[in-house]
């Protein structure tokens, strides 16, 4: 466990249970619990969480879990263990239907909902053909390494904005990818993954939270769900940020931690902890 006043990662955990980051000041300002996509790690928000509020404390753990119901007890786990009694939660791609999933179940562990690039499952023939493809995909990461599907991912057209970034940031994406077992990511992909999951969109009306939907207003698909997500989860808000696609926090930090510093703010510090 690491302390600042201005969060500086200096190595990401390894697993939630047993090395959650966390950043804080002397005058705590709030918890906020980052959930990271598939095939990245918690240090994939450090440059969003250093545009946060220095007194805000970070957890950004590195999910282990290859099923919601693991993944569920993971987050229960480590707020357990750090006596986090109600956070904020902010979730991306799967940490955000892992957040969305969390926040039905236990809607009294938070105090703000935040997605990202997010969805609470596919349905129908839209679920089946990912299933298919996410089996597939896991397959070849078996066959064929960390390095080929690091290769594959960044390749995706839904991650095409991150070219903007320039190499330095690129760079560290691909590093982080890297880093992968290739054994856990084809785990993940057939327990976790976005074809595996059961949906369950009837479960969102428990959420009782204030809630943020982001998604990047050019990604389309997911533009789509957040307008979805918007209408299911009673009072949210939905927000579409400009220039960018699926990972919005990455393509565009200092408008999406604009808009989270904004949502934060909505539940006063004295809730918090």
Known sequence: MQTAASPQRESSSTNVAAKAWVGFHSAMAGVVTFLHGFSQHGDSWDELIGLLPPGMRSLAPDVRATTLADAEAELLGLWDREGVRQCHLVGYSQGGRIALWVACRHTERLLTLTTIGAHAGFE??????????????????????????????????????????????????????????????????????????????????????????????????????????????????????????????????????????????????????
Do not use: C, K
Request: cysteine-free.
């Open 124 to 273: 129908g023939e839209a679920r089946e053909r990912r299933l298919v493809e996410d089996r597939e995909l896991a397959d070849r990461i078996e066959r064929r390494g960390v390095d080929w599907f690091a290769s594959h991912w960044a390749g995706l057209p839904m991650f095409a904005g991150l070219a903007d970034r320039g190499p330095a940031v690129n760079a560290h994406l691909d590093a982080s990818r890297r880093r992968n077992d290739p054994a856990h990511l084809a785990a993940t992909l057939r327990g976790l993954g976005a074809g595996a999951v059961e949906p369950f969109w009837d479960r969102l009306g428990g959420i009782a939270v204030p809630t943020l939907v982001l998604a990047g207003a050019d990604d389309g698909r997911y533009a789509a769900f957040a307008e979805r997500l918007g209408a299911a989860i009673a009072g949210a808000r939905v927000a579409l940020v400009a220039q960018a696609g699926h990972a919005a926090h990455l393509e565009r930090p200092a408008a999406v931690a604009a808009l989270l510093r904004e949502h934060l703010a909505l539940v006063p510090a004295g809730r918090e902890g």
